[in-house]
Nanobody, 125 residues
Framework: QVQLVESGGGLVQAGDSLRLSCAAS????????MGWFRQAPGKEREFVAA????????YISKSVKGRFTISRDNAKNSVYLQMDSLKPEDTAVYYC??????????????????WGQGTQVTVSS
């Protein structure tokens, strides 16, 4: 059974940083792309970032480029989202996702097979 568990969310002030973690279990994911998405109240799910299985290719949304960084540690079956210079508009529930048989990064949420339960990030002004 594949499981993704996010952690690291919280309440911060504008300009602060947070690091989200996503731990995967159930099998080895070193060849599978993984991604981060977010959803704010009343809004559609939004792509944030994706990373290839080996970590060499990264795809960052324009809305967070220059502020957010995605990385992974395959030895720990984990993916991370470093969020710097946070803004109130970054407030959302953040989800990590796994594209089990993917061969490239994607911003299309339909490509992803497994999802975590989400972690809340709230940025106050």
């Amino acid at each position: 059974q594949v499981q993704l568990v996010e952690s690291g969310g919280g309440l911060v002030q504008a300009g602060d940083s947070l690091r989200l973690s996503c731990a995967a279990s159930g099998r080895t994911f070193s060849s599978s792309p993984m991604g981060w998405f977010r959803q704010a109240p009343g809004k559609e799910r939004e792509f944030v970032a994706a990373i290839s299985g080996g970590g060499g290719n990264r795809y960052i949304s324009k809305s967070v480029k220059g502020r957010f960084t995605i990385s992974r540690d395959n030895a720990k079956n984990s993916v991370y989202l470093q969020m710097d210079s946070l803004k109130p508009e970054d407030t959302a529930v953040y989800y990590c996702a796994l594209d089990l048989d993917g061969t490239s990064t994607s911003s299309n949420y339909q490509r992803y097979d497994y999802w975590g339960q989400g972690t809340q990030v709230t940025v106050s002004s």
